[in-house]
């Protein structure tokens, strides 16, 4: 299973930015996991941000960014998307999506697959 980042950048405060996670691989089927946004600030542990449940009925925030991301998938084209509107300094960090069999155990311990991350800087 390869899941592959892209969309990050330097933003000014304020700024959007659409993250997006493409996901392959010979058994893996995209539409039958949850996935997953997470994010890891320098000298900080990894936490959660977003997922989504494997229909894209459900999904579910972290209170930091509730009302400013927006979680989404394409389950035709095998990728989930993070849109980030008024990003703050503090959104500043390497952002991994990851994908699980369950909304359960899409967690920072638990999480089988993952990607490579992408980095999100946010200027004051």
């Known amino acids: 299973v390869q899941l592959v980042e892209s969309g990050g950048g330097l933003v000014q405060a304020g700024g959007s930015l659409r993250l997006s996670c493409a996901a392959s691989?010979?058994?893996?089927?995209?539409?039958?996991?949850?996935m997953g946004w997470f994010r890891q600030a320098p000298g900080k542990e990894r936490e959660f941000v977003a997922q989504i449940n494997w229909s894209g009925g459900n999904a579910y925030y972290t209170d930091s960014v509730k009302g400013r991301f927006t979680v989404s998938r394409d389950n035709a084209k095998n990728t989930v998307y993070l849109q980030m509107n008024s990003l703050k300094p503090e959104d500043t960090a390497v952002y991994y999506c990851?994908?699980?069999?369950?909304?359960?155990?899409?967690?920072?311990?638990?999480?089988?697959?993952w990607g490579q991350g992408t980095q999100v800087t946010v200027s004051s």
């Open positions: 691989g010979r058994t893996f089927t995209f539409s039958s996991y949850a």
């Open positions: 990851a994908a699980a069999r369950s909304i359960a155990t899409l967690t920072t311990t638990s999480a089988p697959y």
